[in-house]
């Protein structure tokens, strides 16, 4: 096996002494004072010798890795792979690595997962984990080093955290079907806690007039949505049906029209994120968007910020969501509507 190269070997193939070799190769402010044919031999020697830096020797001299970690439970649903993305582009543009550890949404796993990005002294954490809150010792142990953490999706005393804001566009939302002349939606969602899409949908339907309703899908399962689209098929359809993520939203309508309807015409269905994929599906769904590119752009920056001693307290991001909804749509709510009630 090759030896690995040294910042001794740089210095002999450039012919300087391991301190500037130091300074350059960390950037250190001292660097503009060396001149630029040294700066250049230093960098054509550690190129030629395929020199790696180790990342924790610069932990030790700088306190930095340079990179950052997140913890995630999947990247196979299209949501979770874009904000995935939108993290490790947002961790590149202040010129960051990310480590990213996929979890399967298991405690186990995101446990050892979380601590074995502490132990690589990664610089700071996004966790997007299901299973965390006050009762979990994991909690207590996190919060007692002070490591620099932001969680997605919720609020915790202690840390700081990006959200979705779906206030303003569950009004709009709820409000629209309102004034066509629905009295009443069901949110489709996966567990019975109300969550914080649930919650806004929930008073802003309270705040219109709106019967707020509810159907549980068991699992995540082909059968189990198959079941639901079953239920739905043969209800009468004076309402709306909003789900909780438009990639089930989706697989959802899918087995609609195969039981012979029509997305729009006979039933109306709605989802929530806001993917990529999600845009490419006709018909096209009244969405309400989540902003991931912001939501990780600001993570980032608080991680920087609190690595950096600048960010003293927890700071809570809340990035206002947004719903979309295409000249078809607009066109299709009134006469569904009437469709249904003609049924």
């Given amino acids: 096996m090759q030896k690995r190269t040294t910042i001794s070997d740089i210095a002999r193939e450039a012919g300087v002494n391991k301190s500037t070799v130091s300074i350059v190769l960390n950037r250190h402010p001292l660097s503009r004072r060396i ?28 306190g930095k890795t340079g990179t950052l ?40 796993k995101e446990s050892r997962a979380l601590k074995t990005l502490m132990q690589r002294q990664v610089d700071g954490i996004i966790l997007c984990m299901q299973n965390l809150n006050h009762d979990h010792k994991l909690y207590n142990e996190i919060r007692s080093i002070n ?12 840390f700081s955290s990006v959200s979705s804001d779906f206030t303003s566009a569950m009004d709009e939302l709820v409000e629209t079907f309102q004034q066509n002349g629905y009295n009443s939606i069901v949110f489709i969602d996966y567990v019975c806690e109300p969550t914080a899409k649930e919650l806004s949908f929930s008073k802003a339907c309270q705040k219109y007039g709106v019967k707020a309703k509810k159907l549980i899908l068991p699992d995540f399962s082909n059968e189990a949505i198959m079941e639901i689209a079953k ?21 959802l309508a899918s087995y609609l029209m195969d039981l012979g309807k029509k997305v729009f015409e006979d039933i109306m269905i709605m989802g929530i994120d806001g993917t990529t994929w999600a845009s490419f599906f006709r018909p096209s769904f ?58």
């Avoid at 990247?75 to 480590?99: C, N, R, V, W």
């Fill in 35 to 62: 001149a630029e044919n040294t700066k250049k031999r230093i960098i054509e020697a550690s190129e030629k010798l395929n020199y790696l830096p180790s990342l924790v020797a610069k932990a030790l001299t700088s």
């Fill in 69 to 108: 970690g997140m913890v995630v439970g999947d990247i196979k649903s299209p949501y979770f792979a874009e904000l995935t993305d939108a993290a490790l582009q947002a961790a590149d543009d202040h010129g960051y690595q990310m480590l990213v550890s996929v979890t399967k949404w298991d405690i186990q």
């Fill in 147 to 158: 490591y620099p953490i932001v969680i997605y999706g919720q609020g915790m005393e202690g």
């Fill in 231 to 251: 239920e739905i098929a043969v209800t009468e359809h004076s309402h709306a049906y909003l789900v909780f993520s438009d990639y089930y939203a989706i697989r």
């Fill in 286 to 343: 009244p969405i309400i968007h989540q902003n991931r590119t912001l939501m990780m752009s600001e993570a980032v920056k608080i991680l920087i910020e609190k690595g950096k001693n600048k960010l003293k307290e927890p700071e809570n991001i809340a990035v206002p969501a947004k719903l979309i909804m295409n000249k078809i749509v607009n066109r299709t709510i009134k006469r569904s509507y009437k469709c249904c009630l003609d049924v």
